[in-house]
């Protein structure tokens, strides 16, 4: 069955399409964000290249393009992803935890 904005009503704004790490409302009313804590790779980053700044330019983005990804304000692509774990030596078992980790949220 194939679902159109019409048919989605009855999934009363409970439906949800996923792509990369947002998820989008299907009715179009917003969208929700989802956070992940990169507290590891952080530290990952200053074990392997002693300060941000080293990072990002071995990395090739700026130290403000690299600060966006790692405060969730815009997200790793794969490519990215891929790049770093080379960089940081973070095995594809690892890279779970030091990209894919939520955060929680606190209420």
């Known amino acids: 069955m194939f679902l159109n904005k019409s048919t989605c009503i009855v999934c009363r704004r409970v439906l949800l399409l996923v792509r990369s790490s947002a998820a989008v409302n299907i009715l179009g009313e917003g969208v929700v964000r989802m956070s992940y804590d990169y507290r590891k790779l952080f530290g990952r980053i200053l ?5 941000q700044s080293a990072f990002s330019k071995a990395f090739g983005l700026s130290e403000y393009d690299l600060f966006l990804r790692l405060v969730n304000e815009v997200d790793f692509d794969q490519g990215e992803i891929d790049r770093a774990c080379s960089l940081l030596e973070i095995s594809e078992k ?10 929680v949220q606190r209420q």
């Open 47 to 51: 074990e392997k290249f002693g300060t």
């Open 94 to 103: 690892e890279m779970y935890f030091y990209f894919f980790t939520r955060k």
